[in-house]
């Protein structure tokens, strides 16, 4: 496939007639064959895609200027220009990978050329503000967004209403509007993050996506682990974007890819991926190891709301410091106490001056926890500065099928390096629990590719540290996950700190003083 003046694309065939239904090409005889020269549009990209014609390029790269505060890395201009190709498709970029700002662009340029008016991005509600916004806010600023959460279903049928470029959705609340959205907010484009949580066509979030894509609507469906639980997961979602490829019904699916052991026991064929791969197309996937203009260590925030519980706890240590502070000088120490009470509260436990745990209802953080660990196939680290916090997660992921490994000060140097063996050298334990001044400097835990920060930490230097672990020679992915947790507004300002250049001391000092401050 050869490029011509930035207008053409060239290339040879024995078969020149089959190119006939392109109404801009030139056929030219040349010894062995002819050489056939196509318009290079969008149109006439897309047919000679669909007739089997490798590599073609998408014209995004020629008409497009790539807006925003990031230079477009090369695999981004790869997804995007492979997402305009194709009005369905699946993008199976790793974590990390930048995907979320790869296919903003995509749609722009739609939208830029006529092609797509609104497009309805559906996602964990997680990553609506954080990454969605946050990368619209990065790139298309120029868009129209808003986020369509609201307790009332009649509020976020309003926004869906309106008259916004972009409208930004969390899987469960599709449902509340998806008749509405079917009457009178009609979206030419729907992305849908994490897709392999439409694996099963049985799910009420299935259904209500369903309803709500037409014949003509451009469908991308993102996730970095497809079919990641079992090889039955990918019959929801390619009934939504390759249903042909599928039988019609669940048990014939499964009749293909599974094997029968016992009454109440299946396991997937050899040739299972083999099968899954083939029906989950069009799909491109770059890998974080391919992506080599990516840094290292890639960075991102999870927010999760916190319970009322949680809110009315933090709202009264507050206050009840606002009150102590009136005209008193404060001392660091003090400051510093306040701080990791605050922060104990977002985490959803909190040791009293008896040195008791109080427990409370912090289900969407846990919930966060598993939806991040369904992110990657690979082993993941977990730090949580408190004790308290790290009894609660790992119970919770004990419940919900996770080997989880344990380091914290109570734990045994003998037992400590027991486990990071295990950890690093065979399947189990997957996750690993840590605490992180429990953790040595030289400790090396590169079985792991995502490190997840429960909450921020009360050192720079530790949360350096942490990151250090999975990060180091060794480290197989190339290129390390670091996700951060925040829900309180306290959380917020200390992760954006300990990102700068800040002593450990200024930073407890300056969280005090800027949450009083609110």
């Known amino acids: 496939m050869e490029i011509v003046e930035n207008k053409a694309l060239r290339f040879r065939t024995r078969n020149p007639g089959k190119y ?17 020269t196509v318009y290079w549009g969008l149109d006439e990209a897309r047919v000679l895609k669909n007739l089997g014609v490798k590599d073609v390029p998408s014209p995004i790269r020629r008409k497009y200027e790539w807006p925003g505060r990031y230079k477009p890395m090369d695999h981004q201009k790869t997804t995007a220009g492979f997402t305009t190709l194709h009005r369905r498709g699946f993008i199976f970029n790793d974590p990390g990978t930048a995907k979320t700002i790869s296919v903003l662009w995509a749609m722009d340029y739609l939208m830029k050329i006529g092609e797509v008016r609104r497009c309805l991005v559906i996602c964990p509600m997680s990553i609506m503000q954080s990454a969605w916004m946050g990368d619209i806010n990065n790139s298309v600023i120029h868009r129209s967004a808003i986020v369509a959460h609201h307790e009332k279903a009649s509020r976020r049928i309003e926004m869906i209403q309106g008259d916004y470029e972009i409208v930004i959705i969390n899987y469960d609340g599709v449902h509340l509007v998806a008749d509405e959205i079917n009457a009178n907010g009609k979206f030419d484009m729907i992305i849908v993050d994490e897709a392999n949580c439409y694996g099963l066509t049985t799910t009420r979030r299935w259904k209500a996506l369903a309803k709500i894509v037409r014949p003509d609507t451009f469908l991308w469906m993102m996730t970095g682990t497809p079919a990641a639980q079992s090889p039955l997961n990918a019959f929801g ?33 050899p040739d299972a991926k083999d099968t899954v791969f083939k029906v989950l197309q069009p799909a491109i996937r770059f890998t974080k190891a391919q992506c080599l203009d990516l840094p290292p260590v890639l960075k991102t925030t999870r ?20 009150a102590t502070v009136a005209g008193e000088t404060i001392s660091a120490v003090n ?18 001056e008896d040195k008791e745990v109080v427990e409370f209802d912090a289900t969407p953080r846990m919930n966060l926890l598993l939806e991040i660990l369904q992110e990657t196939e690979r082993k993941v680290i977990i730090f949580a500065l408190f004790r308290s916090s790290i009894d609660i997660i790992v119970q919770f992921l004990e419940r919900n099928g996770h080997t989880t490994g344990v380091i914290h000060g109570d734990v045994t140097a003998t037992k400590r390096g027991d486990l990071i063996n295990r950890f690093q050298n065979t399947p189990d334990p997957r996750v690993l629990v840590m605490q992180p001044q429990a953790t040595a400097h030289g ?23 942490a990151i250090a672990r999975a990060d180091r020679k060794g480290q197989t992915s190339d290129k390390v996950t670091v996700v951060h ?23 407890l000092t300056q969280m005090f003083d800027a949450e009083m401050e609110v």
């Not at 927010?303 to 709202?315: A, R």
């Open 303 to 322: 927010e999760v709301d916190m319970t009322p519980q949680q809110w009315k706890y933090y709202k009264l240590i507050k206050d009840q410091m606002l």
């Open 20 to 36: 006939s239904v392109i109404p801009k090409h030139v056929v030219t005889p040349i010894p062995g064959g002819h050489e056939v």
């Open 485 to 507: 947790i925040q829900s309180s507004p306290i959380e917020k300002k200390m992760f954006q700190a300990m990102d700068g250049r800040v002593t450990d001391h200024a930073l």
């Open 237 to 269: 979602m390619a009934k939504l974007v390759n249903p042909s490829a599928v039988p019609n019904y669940l048990t014939a699916w499964r009749d293909k890819v599974m094997l029968k052991i016992s009454t109440f026991k299946w396991i997937p064929k």
């Open 335 to 352: 400051k510093a106490a306040v701080v990791n009470k605050l922060l104990q509260i977002s985490c959803g436990a909190v040791y009293t």
């Open 443 to 465: 400790i090396t835990l590169t079985a792991a590719d995502t490190v997840v920060f429960f909450g921020p930490l009360m050192s720079v230097e530790m949360y350096t540290q």
